[in-house]
């Protein structure tokens, strides 16, 4: 006889997928597909390295998350798996002084989540050659999940936090990601490069006023002078009066707001 071995933590994606699929589950089957993923790969992942001491209850919420796999409640589910994101992703960006104080000048925000649905959302807009880049990207949570889920040619995270960077470097190596594949860039968005992006994604991270204005208003400058397809996924949008006019926008949902310019017809 022989004895099925146990190769993940987790009921399998099947199961998994039934129980999210409540009858207010709006995602479609591929984002579900995809969120069972996301849940997979951390269920069977070790505790991430915490030199820097910000996952103090990393093994707490992780257990929380496979002991609601094991019920019947997919909201619960969910809710477990968010809180362990969410953990892992942080919101106190820790600054210097000469970061806080650049932060400050430019009405920078702190670092919330984006949470999932942009990622859960990317898959039609990621190609094996696309380079993503995230302005303002905290810890890179959300760039390293994505590389990890569709990999892709390019990931850039761009943040003023350089503790939050040395914590996503920790990140990429936990989650085994190639070092060719994600640059990080301790810096300013005022100054980002732009113009090589086909998938930019952003968390309002300055406020469109004052000092911050002018992030927006470069941003504007630099995809003018682009002619490729370009897709912007943004949370709490305030881009629509700084687009150029050829971008459109595909989607929103009060939270996520996606334009995109050019290239092929809508993947669905
Ligand atoms: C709302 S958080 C978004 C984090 C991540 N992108 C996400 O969506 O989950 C905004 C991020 O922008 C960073 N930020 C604020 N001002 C900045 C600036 N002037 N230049 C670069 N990053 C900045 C903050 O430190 C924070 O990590």
């Known amino acids: 006889m022989t004895v099925p071995t146990q190769t993940s933590s987790l009921p399998s994606a099947d199961q998994l997928s039934r129980l999210l699929a409540g009858a207010d589950d709006e995602r479609t089957p591929a984002e579900r597909a995809a969120l069972v993923r996301l849940m997979r790969l951390l269920a069977d992942r070790p505790p991430p390295p915490d030199p820097l001491g910000l996952f103090p209850r990393y093994a707490e919420l992780h257990a929380r998350f496979l002991a609601a796999a094991q019920g019947p409640d997919g909201d619960q589910l969910e809710e477990r798996f968010l809180e362990l994101y969410c953990h892992l992703h942080g919101h106190e960006a820790p600054y210097t002084a000469a970061e806080r104080r650049r932060v400050d000048e430019t009405g920078g925000y702190w ?10 959302k990317a898959e039609p807009w990621v190609r094996a050659d696309t380079r993503f880049g995230d302005l303002g990207a905290g810890n890179g949570l959300q760039g390293l999940l994505l590389q990890k889920l569709f990999p892709h040619r390019h990931t850039r995270q761009l943040e003023i936090s350089s503790r939050m960077v040395d914590c996503g470097r920790v990140l990429q190596d936990w989650l085994e990601i190639p070092e060719g594949r994600v640059e990080w860039i301790v810096g300013d968005v005022l100054d980002a490069p732009i113009r090589d992006l086909d998938l930019i994604y952003l968390y309002r991270p300055v406020r469109p006023e004052g000092e911050g204005r002018r992030f927006y208003e470069r941003l504007a400058v630099e995809l003018d002078a682009t002619d490729h397809e370009v897709v912007i996924f943004s949370i709490a949008d305030c ?5 150029p006019a050829d971008f459109a926008q595909f989607y929103g949902d009060g939270h996520l707001t996606c334009y995109r310019r050019g290239g092929p017809p809508d993947p669905g």
Not at 239 to 243: Q, S, T, V
Request: charged share 15%.
């Open 111 to 120: 670092c919330h989540a984006g949470g999932l649905s942009p990622i859960l």
């Open 239 to 243: 881009l629509r009066e700084f687009l």
